[in-house]
C-alpha cells in the first residue's frame, strides 16, 4: 500500500518486514546511501559557483579522465559507507581494485559489499546537464568472519539484492529496487528529505524513443546498424524519436517513465563496449527488469553474464520489452 508524502526513510522502515533477508543492516546501509546523495546534491547543484568544475588532472583505471566531480562523489559515498560500518566491501568506477573494510570491521561480521558508479555521465557537469550515481547491493558469498575476497565482487547480476540510482536532474530522485518492484523517491531541496513520488515504476511495454551514439554509427555491429534504420523507417508507429543526453542515468529515467529503448553496443572501436558491467549495466538491468522492462547484451540477458573482472565493460540494450527484443531480433538474423 503506498502513502502519499511519505518519506524514503519511512518507506525503508515499512518495507524491510517484506524484505527477503529482512535485516535492519540493508536499511541502515539504505540510510548511508540516502546521505551520501544528498550530500552530492548540494555540491552538485553548487557546480559553477564553487571550484568544482573541470578535471582534476589525473586518469581512472577507465582510462578516463576524473573530474572533479567524479573524485568528491567517490570519496562521500565510500566515506558514508564506511562510517556507518555495514559494508566488508566496495568496489567503485573510480578505483583500481575494491576495497575491504577491515579497519571498523575488523572480526569481518559484516554481510554486504556494494558497487557503485559514483558520478554518471561526468562529461556532462561542465555544461549544466543531469547527471547520476548508480549503485549495486549484495550479499557476500565467502564467509562471514574471513577477509572479503575478489569473489564477492564478480557476482552475477541476478544475485543483486539491491540497486538504484540518483538522477541530478531539474529535481533530484532516488529510485531503487529491493526485487519487489521500483519506487521514485524526490528530494524536496527546501526540507532536505526525499519523498515517494513515482510508487511502482513501469517500462511501457514498447515506446518510441532510441536513445544511442549515432556518431559512433559506422562502427557499429550490422544488427545495430539494420536495428537504427528500422527506428528510423517510416512505417506504422515510426520513426521513433531520438534523445541522448549522454548519461546513462537520465537516458534510462526518461526511457522508464515515456518508453523506449537505450543502447551502447560494441563497436570497431570498442570491442565490448562502453558500459561497465558491475557499476551500470548490473544495477540497470535490475531496476529494468523489475520495472517490466528487459536487459540485453544483444544476445545474453545482462544479469546471467559471469563477471570474471572488476572492470568488465559489456554491450549494453535496455528499456521496454518489446523493443529490446526486438533490437535482439536484428542482432541474431545479422550473425
Ligand atoms: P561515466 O560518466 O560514469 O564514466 O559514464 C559515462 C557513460 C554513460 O553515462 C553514458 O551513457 C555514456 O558513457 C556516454 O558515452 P558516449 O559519450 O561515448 O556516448
Ligand atoms: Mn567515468
Ligand atoms: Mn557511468
Ligand atoms: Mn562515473
Known sequence: MFKKNQTLGEFIIENQMSFKY????????????????KVVNHEVNK????DIIGNVGEVNIQ?????????????????????????????SEEEDDFIAINSLDENHQ??????????????NIDVNVSVGTIFSIYRRVTPVGTPVTLEDFLQKGNQQVAAGYVVYGTSTMLVYTTGDGVNGFTLNPAIGSFYLSHPNMQFPESGSIYSVNEGNYIHFPQGIKNYIKYCQREEEDRPYTSRYIGSLVSDFHRNMIKGGIYLYPKSSLNSNGKLRLLYECNPMAFIAEQANGKASDGFTRILDIQPTELHQRVPFICGSKNMVTKAEEFMREAQ
Do not use: W
Open 22 to 37: 529482512s535485516s535492519g543492516e540493508l536499511s541502515t546501509l539504505f540510510n548511508s546511501i540516502r546521505l551520501a546523495a
Open 47 to 50: 557546480a559553477g559557483l564553487v
Open 63 to 91: 582510462g578516463e579522465n576524473q573530474q572533479k566531480l567524479d573524485v568528491y562523489a567517490n570519496e562521500k559515498f565510500i566515506q558514508t559507507l564506511i562510517n556507518r560500518n555495514i559494508v566488508c566491501g566496495i568496489a
Open 110 to 123: 559484516n554481510k554486504y559489499i556494494v558497487l557503485i558508479d559514483p558520478l554518471d555521465g561526468s562529461s
